[in-house]
C-alpha cells in the first residue's frame, strides 16, 4: 500500500519594524527600520530601576555603560547568525536611551544577602530571598516618578542558595526552553532546575501587585569573568551565548517589558482580525496531581494577555488535561471579555492553541462561549509535544525551517526548526522535532494560512532576537505562565499582561 503526501516550503514570514518597514529577521529589522511603535515626533527615553548588591549592580550599569557602544560580533562563518550588537544609544535599535538613575537604584544589604545564604530549610530561603527583593521592588514602586521595569541583578550566592544543589547529580533535569537547543537568551529566561523556578515565580507573583514588570538577570550575562560554583553549573542546563547576542536579547526584553512594542506580525488588510489563544495547564504549589488551567491570548502586535482558569480535570484513556464543559466556556468568555477590554470589539477570527486533544466537553463549552460573543469564525488546532514522524533531507543538513508535509485533511506536519538560509546553517544542536498540527474544528479551508500563521507565531519571542522558535507563542509562553500563575492564590486576579510573566 503507498501513500501520497502533500510536501511544500513556506518562505520565512516577514515581520513589521518602525515606518512599516519589513525585515525577516529581528535584528536586521530593528537595525533597519527601528521598533514597530517608533515616532519621529518624540524622543523616547526608557526608565530602568535595578536591585541588587553592590557588586552586581556596579556591574550591571558598567555593562550599560559599554553597551552603550557597539559589541563586536562573535567570529562567525554565519555573520547573520550572530550580528554585532549596535549600541542602546538614540540611534540604536530601539531608538531609545536606557537610563538607571541613582533614584532607581538599591542596593541590597549584606546582612540580608547572608541571611538568606545561611538559612538551611530550602523553601524558608526561598521565602527570605523573595522577601529581600521585594521590599527593595515596593520601595522603587511608590516613588513619584517610578521606572518602567526593574532589573533584579542576582547575586551569586542567592543564586547558589535558591538552585537545588542537594539533588542527586544524575537528576533529569527540566527542560530550560521548549527549543531542546543550546538556546541562552541573556535575560530572565534561567535554566529552571526546581528551586530556582519556584523562586522566579514566586518573585515574579509577588511583585505583581506593585504594577512594574521585573527581569531576573545572572552575573554571567553581563560579566564575561562572572565564576559560578563548578556543582551548580554542572547542575544547570545553561549555555551562555556570546556577549552580542546577550545585549540582543536582554535590551530587547527590557524594551517589550517597559511597555514598548519591537515586532508585529504583518497583518492582511483584507483579511479577518485574528487573535491567537493557547489553553494549557500546570501543577499547584501541592505538587500533586492536580492541575489548573491558564489562557495565554496575543494578537498580531504581539500583545499578551493572560487568565487563569478553572482546575483540570484527568482523560481516563490518555490522562492528559481537561477543562469541563462550563469551565471551559468560563475560561474562553473571560478571555475575549479581556481582548474586548483592550480593543474596544471582540475579534473577527480565533485560533485556539492546545497541547492535547480537544475533549469532547471542552470543544462544546469553547463553541458555546464563541457563539454568545458573535465569534463565527474559528480554528482550533492541537499540537502534540513530539511528532511521530520525521523527514530526512539529503546531505548532511535537517530540512528546511518552513518544511511543511499535509498528512491528511485535518493534519499537517510543520518544521518550525531546522536549517535557515538566511543563517546559512541549521543552529541547534540536535535533530529537530516537527511540530504536528492536527484541526478538530477548522473553519480557515487554506491549510497555507494556518501553517503560515503558525511560522509567524513562532518569532513572537521578545526574550530571544534569533527568529526560529521551536513553538508559537501561544504555546510557548505556557510554561513561564504556570511558574508564576501557581503563586497567584484562587480569587486575587493576576495582572493580565504578559509581559509581567516573561
Not at 312 to 336: F, G, I, N, T, V
Request: charged residues 30%; contains cysteine; proline residues 5%.
Amino acid at each position: 500500500m503507498s501513500s501520497t503526501f502533500n510536501l511544500k516550503h513556506y518562505g520565512e514570514p516577514l515581520l513589521e519594524f518602525g515606518g512599516e518597514g519589513r525585515h525577516l529577521d529581528v535584528r536586521f529589522g530593528l537595525v533597519d527600520h527601528g521598533p514597530v511603535d517608533f515616532s519621529l515626533d518624540r524622543t523616547k527615553s526608557l526608565k530602568i530601576g535595578v536591585i541588587g548588591s553592590s557588586r552586581t549592580v556596579d556591574g550591571l550599569r558598567e555593562w550599560f555603560r559599554r553597551c552603550e557602544s557597539e559589541i563586536a560580533a562573535k567570529p562567525s562563518r554565519q555573520p547573520n547568525l550572530f550580528p554585532a550588537f549596535p549600541g542602546i544609544s538614540i540611534g540604536g535599535p530601539f531608538r531609545c536611551w536606557f537610563e538607571i538613575d541613582d533614584q532607581h537604584q538599591r542596593i541590597l544589604s549584606t546582612s540580608g544577602i547572608s541571611e538568606v545564604v545561611r538559612e538551611l530549610a530550602d523553601e524558608a530561603a526561598i521565602k527570605k530571598a523573595v522577601a529581600l527583593f521585594l521590599e527593595e521592588i515596593r520601595d522603587l514602586s511608590q516613588l513619584d516618578r517610578p521606572p518602567q521595569v526593574i532589573i533584579c541583578a542576582l547575586p551569586i550566592e542567592i543564586i547558589e542558595r535558591v538552585k537545588n544543589l542537594q539533588v542527586s547529580e544524575d537528576m533529569e533535569l527540566e527542560s530550560g526552553d521548549d527549543r531542546g537547543d543550546d538556546e541562552e537568551v541573556g535575560s530572565d529566561d534561567e535554566p529552571n532546575t526546581r528551586l530556582y523556578a519556584d523562586f522566579r515565580g514566586a518573585l515574579k507573583a509577588a511583585s505583581m501587585a506593585m504594577k512594574i514588570p521585573i527581569q531576573l538577570v545572572w552575573p554571567s550575562t553581563y560579566d564575561n569573568s562572572a565564576v559560578i560554583k563548578r556543582k551548580l553549573a554542572k547542575l544547570s542546563d545553561r549555555r551562555v551565548q556570546d556577549e552580542a547576542t546577550r545585549a540582543w536579547n536582554f535590551f530587547c526584553a527590557l524594551y517589550y517589558k517597559a511597555g514598548g512594542t519591537p515586532w508585529r506580525m504583518i497583518r492582511d488588510r483584507t483579511a479577518y482580525d485574528t487573535t491567537f489563544l493557547g489553553i494549557s495547564f500546570f501543577e499547584d504549589l501541592s505538587g500533586g496531581s492536580l492541575r489548573t488551567s491558564s489562557a495565554q491570548l496575543f494578537d498580531e502586535r504581539g500583545e499578551g494577555l493572560i487568565l487563569k482558569g478553572g482546575t483540570a480535570l484527568e482523560d481516563k484513556l490518555d490522562r492528559h488535561p481537561y477543562l469541563s464543559r462550563d469551565d471551559a466556556y468560563s475560561l474562553l468568555k473571560r478571555s475575549l471579555a479581556a481582548y474586548k477590554r483592550e480593543h474596544l470589539n471582540f475579534p473577527a477570527r480565533l485560533v485556539i492553541h492546545k497541547s492535547s486533544r480537544f475533549h469532547e466537553d471542552e470543544f462544546e463549552g469553547l463553541n458555546t462561549a464563541l457563539e454568545e460573543a458573535g465569534v463565527t469564525m474559528a480554528d482550533f488546532v492541537w499540537m502534540p509535544r513530539r511528532s511521530p514522524i520525521k523527514l530526512v533531507r539529503q546531505g548532511d543538513y535537517p530540512p528546511l525551517r518552513g518544511t511543511a508535509m499535509r498528512i491528511d485533511q485535518d493534519t499537517s506536519l510543520l518544521y518550525t526548526r531546522g536549517s535557515v538560509d538566511f543563517f546559512a546553517t541549521y543552529p541547534g544542536m540536535y535533530v529537530p522535532n516537527p511540530l504536528i498540527l492536527r484541526c478538530q474544528r477548522r473553519d480557515r479551508t487554506e491549510w497555507d494560512a494556518l501553517l503560515q500563521e503558525t511560522m509567524a507565531l513562532t518569532k513572537m519571542n521578545w526574550n530571544n532576537t534569533q527568529f526560529d522558535g521551536a513553538l508559537p507563542i501561544t504555546m510557548r509562553a505556557a510554561r513561564q505562565v504556570g511558574e508564576i500563575l501557581k503563586y497567584i492564590p484562587d480569587g486575587v486576579d493576576a495582572d493580565p499582561r504578559y509581559r509581567f510573566y516573561m
